[in-house]
C-alpha cells in the first residue's frame, strides 16, 4: 500500500473510532445500571443453581485449554480476524476473577465490558448473554467463587490491526451491539418463554447457528438460519429450515432426547454439535429440554429448496468409482440401500444431513470420523472411524457423490476441490 492510502486508511479509522465514541457512548462511556446488587447468596441452593447455569452456558468448554485446569483460561479461540484466547474465570485474584465484585460480573455479561472497563472481544458471546437475567448472573456469579483457583496467566491475543484496538471494538459495537434482557412475549406460553430465554441467552446458539457478516456479526439472536462456523470448517445447518435441521415436525419428545442424549431413532449428532451436547445440554433438566424445544418447534419455517426435475449428471467412471468405495467401506454399518442399523448407525437414504446445499459436514465426517458424545442418557455411542489416511480427494469426492445421487436423492456432487479444501482447512 502506497504512503497516501496508508495515511487515508489511518485518517479513516481516526474518524470511525471519533464517530463510535461519539454514537455508541452507552458503549463507550460510564455505565449506570452495574450498581446496587447488593451482596450475592452464597448459600448451597444458589451455588448449586449457578453449576446448572454454567453448564447451559458451556463455560468450561472455552474457558478450559486442553490438558489445563478448568476454568483457568488459555484455549485459543480461532477467529477470521486472529487468535483469542480465554480468560481465567477461577477466583484466583491476580489472575482470574478473585476481585471481582457480582456488579463487575454482571456487567462483562450484560455489556461486554471487563472489570477495568475495557471492552471485550465477543468471541466470548456477550450479544447473547446480555439477556440473561441479574439473578442468574449472580448465580452464575456464586458458583464461580467456589471452585478452585487457579494462578495462570491470562494469555495475550494475538489479533491483526487494526482488529486487536478498542477503537475497532468500539465501531464494531456502535453498529451490532446493544446491550438487552430477554422480555417475555405475552403471547406465548411460559415454556415458550423459557425456552426463547434458554436458546436466545446462556445457550447462544445463534453463536453458530447463524450467518454473519464479514465483521463477524449477525443482526438477530431469533434468526438461526444456519451459518458456516468461522475457522472450524462446519456447518450449522438452519434450525428454521425442514430441509436442514428445522424441527417443527418432529415429536417434542425426540427434541429434548437429543439435546439431552446426541442421538434420537433418526438423528444423530457429530462434530461441534456433539460437544455441545457433551458439555452442555446434556445437563438440561427435562423441563428445559422441552421448553427448548418447544421454542425451536415454533421458529418461523423457511421453504425448503425445490427439488430439481432430473438428478444430476455424474460421470460414468465417478459413480463407479463412489459405488465401490461405498460397498467396501460404508455399506457394513449404513447398509447396502443407505438404510443404517437402528439403535447404532444412521440411515443415509433420506438422511437431511447427506442433502444440505453445503457439503463441508460431509467431508469433515469422511476425514476426521464421526463420534456421537458420551452423554449419560446414551452413554456408549458407535462411531464412525476417519477415512483421512485411507481415501484421497478423488475417493472421497466419489462416494459423496454417491451418497448425494443414490437412493432417490437429487444433490449436487461434491467436487475433489471442495474435499481438498476441507482437508487444508482440517490439517491447518
Not at 452464575?140 to 491470562?154: C, G, I, K, M, Q
Request: proline share 8%.
Amino acid at each position: 500500500m502506497s504512503r497516501p492510502l496508508r495515511m487515508a486508511a489511518w485518517a479513516a479509522a481516526g474518524l470511525l473510532a471519533l464517530a463510535a465514541a461519539w454514537l455508541g457512548w452507552t458503549n463507550w462511556g460510564p455505565l449506570d445500571d452495574t450498581r446496587g446488587g447488593g451482596a450475592v447468596t452464597t448459600d448451597a441452593a444458589t451455588v448449586a443453581r449457578g453449576a446448572y447455569l454454567a453448564r447451559l452456558g458451556n463455560c468450561m468448554a472455552c474457558h478450559t485449554d486442553r490438558g489445563g485446569a478448568a476454568g483457568a483460561g488459555g484455549r485459543a479461540i480461532d477467529t477470521p480476524f486472529g487468535i483469542v484466547y480465554a480468560s481465567n474465570i477461577t477466583p484466583d485474584p491476580v489472575h482470574g476473577l478473585g476481585r471481582w465484585s457480582a456488579d463487575d460480573f454482571w456487567r462483562a455479561l450484560h455489556h461486554g465490558r471487563s472489570r477495568d472497563g475495557r471492552l471485550l472481544y465477543p468471541a466470548f458471546p456477550y450479544p447473547n448473554y446480555t439477556e440473561v437475567t441479574r439473578e442468574d448472573a449472580d448465580a452464575l456469579y456464586a458458583w464461580l467463587r467456589s471452585v478452585p483457583p487457579v494462578a495462570r496467566p491470562n494469555t495475550p491475543h494475538a489479533l491483526r490491526f487494526p482488529y486487536d484496538t478498542q477503537a475497532a471494538l468500539a465501531v464494531w459495537r456502535t453498529l451490532y451491539f446493544r446491550p438487552g434482557s430477554y422480555r417475555p412475549e405475552a403471547a406465548r406460553s411460559a415454556q415458550w418463554n423459557r425456552g426463547a430465554y434458554l436458546v436466545r441467552g446462556l445457550g447462544h446458539c445463534s453463536a453458530c447457528h447463524t450467518t454473519r457478516n464479514a465483521l463477524g456479526a449477525s443482526s438477530d439472536l431469533m434468526d438461526l438460519s444456519g451459518g458456516l462456523i468461522p475457522m472450524q470448517n462446519w456447518y450449522a445447518p438452519s434450525l428454521a429450515s425442514p430441509a436442514e435441521a428445522g424441527v417443527a415436525h418432529w415429536r417434542a419428545e425426540d427434541v429434548a432426547r437429543l439435546l439431552r442424549t446426541g442421538v434420537t431413532a433418526t438423528a444423530t449428532v457429530l462434530g461441534p454439535m456433539a460437544e455441545v451436547v457433551a458439555g452442555s445440554t446434556q445437563h438440561l433438566s427435562e423441563e428445559d429440554a422441552l421448553a427448548m424445544a418447544a421454542f425451536l418447534q415454533a421458529l418461523p419455517q423457511h421453504a425448503p429448496p425445490p427439488v430439481p426435475a432430473e438428478p444430476p449428471r455424474v460421470e460414468a467412471k465417478v459413480a463407479a468409482r463412489g459405488a465401490a468405495i461405498y460397498r467396501e467401506h460404508c455399506a457394513a454399518c449404513h447398509g447396502e440401500q443407505g438404510e443404517g442399523a437402528p439403535g447404532a448407525y444412521p440411515p443415509l437414504a433420506g438422511n437431511r444431513a447427506v442433502l444440505l446445499p453445503v457439503t463441508a459436514n460431509l467431508v469433515q465426517v469422511v476425514l476426521g470420523g464421526g463420534f456421537p458424545p458420551a452423554t449419560a442418557g446414551h452413554p456408549r455411542p458407535h462411531g464412525m472411524p476417519p477415512y483421512v489416511l485411507v481415501l484421497s480427494d478423488a475417493d472421497i469426492a466419489a462416494v459423496l457423490t454417491h451418497l448425494r445421487t443414490s437412493w432417490g436423492h437429487r444433490a449436487a456432487a461434491v467436487t475433489e476441490l471442495q474435499v481438498a479444501q476441507q482437508r487444508g482447512g482440517s490439517e491447518r
